[in-house]
């Protein structure tokens, strides 16, 4: 056979290998909750079947039944022995990845079982979808790298131009490496890796300020006057004294609690958790506990902050961002050293570290730099005080590779691992590595290049998947990989153009659905009303913004509503009645009709106000009868004068009532006479708009000592 007729069969043999669809990895859900269920089956890829046990003895049955890949565990279905269950599974399916779901009190129980790898990742409940997809597909892919595959499976393509004594060893090697790898994939206490130096990630990466020292005024409260600052530094540079200032008074204390724990809640939701100094949640809150260190909402925006930067690791974890996931779990070390989600946090990022370390090498490797990645792997290995097995195999490999393997095994590995479906996980032992290797051992080989060829289109293809089932953060990596691999540039940009609009559409969701869960929250809080810009009315009023019909915002308008109610029937009480007609009117505005009542109340209300304040001198009103007053006797005798000021209603039978008395000279010495006079009098009734009225009026009747 001619070179070139044996380049092209190996040409086409690569293709054929390259473009072998993986087989199913199924996901079996140990639960009796429908809406976990529910949620799980829409969560999976095309390629995943979610099997469904209710009790841990069928669990078992379908796993020994299946091809099960990938477990979650309701926590609530096992109860105190999710440990012990979980231990049982992964020693007798040690292929198999568990997940399982649950609240902060079910975390707490399987601390161990978590930082031991047993478990490999926890599901705080509620999960979201998108959640919930990142979650699984990241088990599907650490089932595939630790995954003991058949002889069948593992077996290369055979090659009848190969003696018989080179296909022998090839396979051995084989067999030997992978067995080595499923033991390695099995240990989950590798010490933690150092990572490359890596630029901070906007905001809440980037380094978090110092603690406020007590009775240290923090920079959001420092007054903006430059000029006297400057002179007091000078002054301290010179050996003066600067005066401190005055203590602050509770009143001003308070308000400035109000005014920090204010500003933390808003820093907090604009996400500016640890950063910039001087103006994030964290200084804000450490601020409060300088003037206040008991202070209970500072303590729990503390609590806030940390589990938020842990669950931003997570994330941050399972995108591959590392060096984000490191500065994260740092920041929330920082903030709450003893968080109980640290620790395992903290394992997983080692593990992750490796992986990453491992990843460079190979990459390194695969370009020529064999001195680069031995030093990237040594670096490593010195930076633990017990070097991790990985790496050191890793090592070993590479040192192998560098001695020189040839193209064409090369090669059938990549055809190997993509029959597999190991396109570009895991990091030491994919198609795109091998793919790789070859072409900087070769880059004229056109075995090489074809295939490179058929893996960037599956790439693609497999972005395009991600695209239909609206998952942006994995369609995201396999465009990227895509890219990476040279492929069809017009495919990517069109590509990259849609999954463009599925994060512009899945931002969206993420905003309405995480409203809707603060309506809820707030609600049951009874934080209806207050504070302005974090109750339920705020974010039923954004929710309703963003999508007018959503189903969360009919059950809320009954408990606002009736809030907003009683909101405007203290005002009324108080006499605020602009206040009362400004609830009344957010009452409607939400949909709220039982308003009724309380307008009525507020009309009397106003027309009360109205009636006091008509208020009209009485001596211009005819009266039919009048009482004089009889001077109080020792007040006669003494020869003490003065006056008596009354305010009255005149009813609709000429009669007074409701009578007060609005001031005296000398005071009490003559009301009680003035005011048994007057209450005797009858008025002519008061006639407007052709009907009789009640009237308001004032007098002032004067005590004089008779000649």
Request: charged residues 25%; glycine residues 6%; neutral net charge.
């Amino acid at each position: 056979m001619s070179s070139q007729t044996r380049d092209e069969h190996s040409i086409a043999e690569a293709a054929a290998q390259i473009s072998a669809v993986g087989e199913t990895i199924e996901v079996l859900a140990l639960t009796v909750d429908p809406g976990l269920l529910a949620l799980l089956r829409q969560s999976v890829g095309a390629n995943q079947r979610v099997w469904h046990a209710a009790d841990r003895d069928q669990a078992v049955e379908l796993i020994m039944a299946g091809n099960v890949g990938v477990i979650v565990i309701d926590a609530a279905v096992t109860g105190n022995e999710s440990g012990a269950f979980c231990e049982q599974l992964r020693a007798q399916f040690p292929d198999v990845v568990l997940l399982v779901a649950g609240g902060v009190d079910e975390q707490t129980h399987l601390v161990k079982q978590i930082t031991a790898g047993d478990i490999y990742r926890f599901l705080h409940k509620p999960i979201s979808p998108a959640r919930a997809r990142q979650f699984v597909e990241a088990a599907v892919r650490r089932h595939l790298e630790g995954r003991t595959f058949t002889p069948l499976e593992a077996a290369p393509i055979a090659r009848p131009r190969y003696p018989k004594k080179t296909i022998a060893v090839l396979i051995g090697v084989f067999v030997i490496g992978a067995a080595v790898a499923i033991f390695l994939s099995f240990r989950g206490d590798a010490p933690r890796v150092a990572d490359e130096p890596a630029q901070y990630r906007p905001a809440a990466s980037e380094p978090q300020p110092e603690a406020a020292s007590e009775g240290q005024v923090p920079p959001a409260l420092q007054p903006d006057t430059a000029e006297p600052a400057a002179a007091a530094d000078a002054s301290a540079g010179a050996g003066a004294q600067v005066p401190t200032s005055a203590p602050a008074s509770p009143a001003a204390s308070g308000a400035s609690i109000s005014l920090l724990l204010t500003r933390a809640e808003a820093a907090f939701a604009q996400a500016q958790l640890v950063a910039p100094a001087g103006s994030s949640a964290l200084d804000s809150y450490r601020a409060v506990l300088a003037i206040e260190p008991d202070n209970r909402e500072a303590q729990a925006g503390l609590d806030r902050i940390a589990d938020q930067l842990l669950t931003n690791a997570e994330t941050a974890m399972l995108e591959n961002r590392i060096d984000d996931a490191g500065r994260d779990v740092e920041s929330a070390r920082a903030v709450r050293p003893n968080n109980m989600r640290l620790a395992f946090l903290s394992a997983q990022l080692g593990k992750e570290r490796e992986r990453r370390v491992i990843a460079q090498a190979r990459e390194a490797a695969a370009r020529g730099n064999h001195d680069r990645a031995r030093s990237l792997l040594d670096r490593a290995i010195q930076a633990q005080r017990t070097p991790s097995p990985v790496l050191l195999q890793a090592r070993r490999e590479l040192d192998a590779l560098r001695r020189g393997d040839s193209v064409e095994d090369l090669l059938r590995r990549a055809n190997q691992r993509l029959q597999q479906n190991r396109l570009v996980e895991p990091a030491n032992d994919n198609a795109r590595m091998y793919i790789e290797q070859a072409l900087a051992a070769d880059p004229n080989n056109t075995a090489a290049q074809q295939a490179r060829r058929v893996l960037a289109d599956q790439l693609l293809a497999r972005g395009r998947q991600a695209i239909v089932a609206r998952d942006p953060v994995a369609a995201g990596s396999w465009l990227s990989q895509a890219e990476a691999m040279n492929v069809n540039r017009t495919a990517l940009r069109a590509a990259q153009r849609d999954l463009a609009a599925l994060r512009q559409s899945t931002a969206r969701g993420e905003q309405v659905q995480r409203l809707s869960g603060l309506i809820t929250e707030r609600i049951g809080q009874d934080r209806m009303l207050e504070p302005a810009g974090d109750s339920a009315l705020h974010y039923w009023q954004e929710l309703r913004k963003l999508d007018p019909n959503h189903a969360a915002l009919q059950p809320a308008i009954a408990p606002l509503g009736t809030r907003m109610v009683q909101q405007a029937r203290s005002s009324i009480t108080s006499g605020a009645y602009d206040a009362a007609q400004s609830s009344i009117e957010t009452a409607r505005s939400i949909g709220y009709t039982d308003l009724a009542a309380v307008e009525r109340d507020l009309l009397a209300a106003r027309e009360q106000a109205a009636f006091l304040t008509n208020v009209v001198a009485a001596n211009l009103l005819e009266r039919e009868k009048q009482v004089a007053p009889r001077y109080p006797a020792l007040a006669e005798r003494r020869g003490v004068e003065g006056w008596v000021e009354l305010e009255f209603t005149i009813g609709i039978d000429g009669a007074v009532k409701d009578m007060v008395i609005m001031g005296s000279e000398p005071q009490g010495v003559f009301d009680a006479a003035a005011r048994q006079a007057v209450s005797q009098w009858i008025y002519r009734p008061i006639l407007r708009n052709g009907r009789v009225v009640e009237q308001r009026a004032r007098l002032r009747l004067r005590f004089d000592v008779p000649e």
